[in-house]
């Protein structure tokens, strides 16, 4: 009976044991163990980053690493043949040179690595279509902290991991950085596609930086006042009017009826832009009565109906990029 029961034993601590292996075999082969961050937490290391890339990044459906991966749609991040006798990261130190050279600016290694994501057609290798996505817009959608692991993944690949300069940026780094930052706040938006929203649909009425046309408030620095109000001045403009730009109603004697911004008030003659742009001149002696209507934003009604929910994260995060605060001269 004692025999039995230690046969029994032993065959299960054979078949304990072959589990372990197993599970073993099958981590090494997959990279190893994964340390698991707290929820909503990101290692930003070369083991956080390599998760990232591995993972939620999905940076190996487009690249490789040497022998590991698939992927020949972007370049080998890794030593691979003759085409790429380094890795990343001792390749971002003649790409950096490269940059300076073409733009004036002084890149460092990981002004080149950021760059490469936030603005990945900022520099494309020989041979390879400007086709890498925009790893912080949908479907994607890293976070600032996600991309700053995923740089130390790629520093460490024959390079040298700096954490001193993701921690403070220089101001070329710090520049994609806040681009990040104002598409993640925006829901993921892009806004290098948000500014090509503004200019179809806001040039016409906004100035932004001493550019566009006067007709609505000047945009310039509209970011300092945050995501919220940005979204409820595009989706219901009329609630928080800006002082000056307020609806005017104007009757005329024999009955006419104009609603607009005032935009010239001379002592003969107004002008009042309709929602159309269209500019109204009536003279003074015409009309009966002006009065202001502040349930009624002269910004055009439709254009939420005209965005798409894409368009619409895109102009929010080009919007909250725009934090430089507007000079006394309005410029």
Request: aromatic share 8%; glycine share 10%; net charge negative.
């Amino acid at each position: 009976m004692f025999s039995a029961v230690a046969k029994v034993f032993a065959l299960l601590l054979v078949v304990l044991g072959a589990f372990v292996w197993v599970g073993n075999a099958i981590t090494d082969l997959t990279g190893g163990e994964k340390i698991v961050t707290a929820f909503g937490e990101v290692d930003i290391s070369p083991e956080g980053g390599e998760e990232i890339f591995w993972g939620k990044g999905r940076c190996y459906t487009c690249h490789s690493l040497g022998d590991r991966g698939s992927a020949v749609r972007c370049p080998n991040l890794g030593v691979f043949g003759e085409k790429f006798p380094l890795a990343i990261g001792a390749r971002a130190e003649e790409r950096a040179r490269e940059r300076t050279e073409k733009t004036g600016e002084d890149f460092t290694t990981t002004d080149y690595l950021v760059e490469s994501l936030a603005k990945p057609d900022a520099y494309l290798v020989d041979g390879y279509k400007n086709e890498m996505a925009v790893v912080y817009a949908p479907p994607i959608s890293l976070n600032a902290d996600e991309i700053k692991a995923v740089i130390a993944y790629l520093q460490s690949q024959d390079g040298e991991f700096d954490m001193e300069t993701l921690e403070n940026p220089s101001e070329i780094s710090a520049a994609y950085f806040r681009r990040i930052e104002a598409a993640t706040a925006a829901g993921g938006g892009d806004p290098g596609e948000g500014q090509i929203v503004y200019e179809d649909n806001c040039s016409y009425c906004h100035i932004l930086n001493g550019e566009g046309e006067e007709v609505g408030p000047d945009l310039t620095g509209v970011g300092l006042k945050g995501l919220a109000f940005l979204e409820e001045a595009i989706l219901n403009p009329a609630k928080t009017i800006t002082d000056g730009y307020e609806t005017r109603v104007v009757v005329e004697n024999d009955g006419r009826q104009t609603i607009g911004l005032l935009m010239r008030d001379d002592p003969d003659e107004i002008d009042i832009v309709k929602d159309t742009g269209d500019i109204v001149t009536i003279a003074r002696a015409d009309i009966k009565e002006i009065t202001i209507d502040k349930t009624v934003s002269v910004m055009p009604s439709d254009i939420p109906e005209a965005l798409t929910v894409k368009d619409f994260q895109d102009l929010l995060s080009y919007l909250m990029l725009q934090k430089q605060a507007p000079t006394e001269e309005g410029s």
